[in-house]
């Protein structure tokens, strides 16, 4: 799960150009950003029941259940 959902990040990636890298292993995945906007992404998604953190302001790091269906990760993405 880790693998498809860093893919379907790093398609994000390649389309929207918000993004400047995704790394991580397995299911724990730090999502780099051009500009400072992670930690108002983290109060967005607490909004919508999905927590997150950001460890600086352009970067934004997921770790979700070790069960996350490929349903739910798609959701996310």
């Known amino acids: 799960m880790g693998h498809y ?3 379907r990040l790093r398609d994000l990636e390649g389309r929207t150009g918000a993004l400047k890298e995704v790394r991580g292993l397995g299911l724990l995945i730090g999502v780099e950003f051009h500009q400072p906007i992670a930690k108002d992404l983290v109060k967005a998604m607490l909004a919508h029941g999905i927590l997150t953190n950001a460890t600086s302001d352009t970067v934004l790091r997921l770790a979700p ?3 996350i269906s490929e349903r739910e990760a798609d959701a996310f993405v």
């Open 5 to 7: 959902l860093q893919k």
């Open 65 to 67: 259940p070790l069960i």
